[in-house]
């Protein structure tokens, strides 16, 4: 473009140029902007499936049931990444994606673990699936994909309208692109006197704020004041209030202790240490499902050797320094992303340092080890790594539970509050 534009004796771009050139304006391409609803062709093309409709619409030179439906990861600052590795997703990132779930993954994820293990089950969902639906969204080794000049629609000039842009053309102030004086003047006087943003303000409701005392107040503000001070949108406010800090987070700073739990399965018990002093949603997550029973007759349906054992079925994760996935039997909850914990966890085999700041350590194994190495000894099947024989948790016994005694103090606490004060 640059070099053409060059050599032209025009030192500007034609209506035809910018219309037909070059892979055309934005109403001759099919849209080019970012996704928000992301399918794909078996080739591997994406598409917004919001654009792909009017396509369908007015050419149907594609059906709708051959497009796979994507699942795109994002990181806590928004950006696209890997589930697995956790890793952003650049223009120069090999990108695939899954045919049977529509799941995407960088590619050294699905080689490490599918291909060379010769597993082919999805990395999040475990659904299985052949080689054949790996589907490459993208490869920096191979860009002719991504040539717009190469595009079907604009080989053939295909063009599809916007109805929403049709509908807007009927409104005269769509075709104000110039105005004098006056027209500017009238135009800044009718938002002037505009009314409209008021009466939105006085219909919305102030959130109710709750209520604070000596147990549950924050040593920081609710930052009110400074929030109505450079913000005029906010109703003025001149006292400094404490934040109330939330019901469990108070819970929680009575919680010295660590619990125990027993598992009985059809190998023998494992004695468990629950670090509740240390990760306390966690481990009354899992001393909570303990008791109701949650896991009785569970079915272990994962064991891989030197790795972990792994059954199934969120809570914001709880990483701390000392806390890692070094030595064997350690227990973690098992996740499909940040922040996703529920009720799934694994007991590792031996050190798994590399998923530190992935999954949530809450414990350990400090009693059964030979019911341990029972599990890793059963022989799985290496395609789907499922147990050949059956393991099965039979029920738990919850030995100690360190958030009853928070609970009982906390309620000590605010009687004894209230006596004083009576």
Request: aromatic share 12%; charged share 25%.
């Amino acid at each position: 473009l640059i070099y053409e534009w060059i050599l032209s004796p025009d030192r500007y771009i034609t209506c035809t140029e910018y219309t037909h050139f070059y892979g055309g304006k934005r109403t001759g391409i099919l849209s080019l902007q970012p996704f928000e609803y992301p399918v794909c062709t078996p080739d591997g093309v994406v598409f917004d499936l919001l654009n792909t409709l009017f396509f369908f619409s007015f050419l149907q030179k594609l059906e709708a049931k051959s497009l796979i439906k994507l699942n795109f990861s994002k990181n806590n600052d928004g950006k696209y990444h890997c589930p697995v590795l956790y890793t952003v997703f650049t223009n120069n990132s090999h990108i695939v994606a899954n045919k049977v779930t529509g799941n995407v993954f960088s590619y050294e994820a699905v080689e490490q673990l599918n291909i060379k293990t010769k597993s082919f089950k999805d990395l999040l969902t475990d659904e299985p699936f052949a080689r054949k639906d790996i589907i490459t969204l993208q490869d920096p080794t191979n860009l002719d994909k991504f040539n717009v000049s190469n595009f079907f629609h604009v080989k053939n000039n295909l063009k599809v309208l916007d109805p929403d842009e049709e509908k807007a053309k009927l409104d005269p102030a769509y075709h104000l692109k110039n105005t004098n004086q006056e027209t500017r003047e009238t135009l800044a006087e009718l938002y002037k006197d505009y009314k409209g943003d008021e009466l939105l303000a006085s219909t919305m409701k102030e959130p109710e704020a709750k209520k604070t005392d000596k147990f549950n107040a924050a040593h920081y503000s609710t930052g009110r004041v400074s929030a109505s001070f450079t913000s005029t949108a906010m109703a003025p406010a001149t006292t400094h209030e404490a934040d109330a800090i939330a019901d469990d987070a108070v819970r929680y700073q009575y919680v010295k202790k660590k619990g125990y739990v027993r598992l009985h399965t059809n190998k023998g018990d494992l004695n468990l240490e629950l670090h509740c002093d240390k990760v306390p949603k966690a481990g009354e997550n899992f001393i909570r499902l303990c008791k109701k029973g949650y896991y009785d007759g569970t079915i272990f349906h994962r064991s891989i050797r030197n790795f972990m054992s792994y059954w199934g079925k969120p809570f914001k994760d709880e990483f701390r320094p000392n806390l890692s996935h070094t030595g064997r039997g350690v227990l973690s909850m098992a996740n499909s992303g940040p922040n996703t914990n529920k009720s799934q966890f694994f007991i590792t085999f031996r050190s798994c340092t590399y998923l530190d700041r992935k999954h949530t350590v809450f414990g350990r194994v400090v009693g059964g080890f030979e019911a341990l190495t029972a599990m890793e000894n059963v022989e799985s099947d290496p395609k789907t790594d499922k147990p050949k024989s059956e393991i099965k948790l039979l029920s738990a016994t919850v030995f100690v539970d360190p958030y009853e005694e928070a609970d009982a103090q906390v309620c000590l606490s605010v009687c004894l509050s209230v006596v004083s004060n009576t």
